[in-house]
């Protein structure tokens, strides 16, 4: 069982910059592959970037390609999403979640198995 907890999200304006943090609980946080997705108003959830479990190899949605990096920290369980040039398109909750599915399809929904409680993050114009 994984417990994840999401932090970090808030008001920003176009332009601006936000980190957002996912503290994990469990002694297998290494194990998994970790995601961030995130859902608008009204739209299906969608990913925005994952990285393996060991930390060799990231994935991004095109339209976050470039302004967000993903990375994660196995001394305090945590993965984080440093986003930079964020555009009023971007405001949405934010997900964390964790996997042990293949790799190949991470940026699958289904292949997660837990998931955090969500952040909103606003992108003002």
């Known amino acids: 069982q994984v417990q994840l907890v999401e932090s970090g999200g808030g008001l920003v304006q176009a332009g601006g910059s936000l980190r957002l943090s996912c503290a994990a609980s469990?002694?297998?946080?290494?194990?998994?592959?970790m995601g961030w997705f995130r859902q608008a108003p009204g739209k299906e959830r969608e990913f925005v970037a994952a990285?393996?479990?060991?930390?060799?190899?990231?994935d991004y949605a095109d339209s976050v390609k470039g302004r967000f990096t993903i990375s994660r920290d196995y001394a305090k369980n945590t993965v984080y999403l440093q986003m930079n040039s964020l555009k009023p398109e971007d405001t949405a909750v934010y997900y964390c979640?964790?996997?042990?599915?293949?790799?190949?399809?991470?940026?699958?929904?289904?292949?997660?198995?837990?998931w955090g409680q969500g952040t909103q993050v606003t992108v003002s114009s």
């Open positions: 979640a964790a996997g042990q599915g293949s790799y190949a399809i991470v940026r699958v929904r289904h292949n997660f198995d837990y």
């Open positions: 990285i393996s479990w060991s930390g060799s190899s990231t």
């Open positions: 469990g002694r297998t946080f290494g194990s998994y592959h």
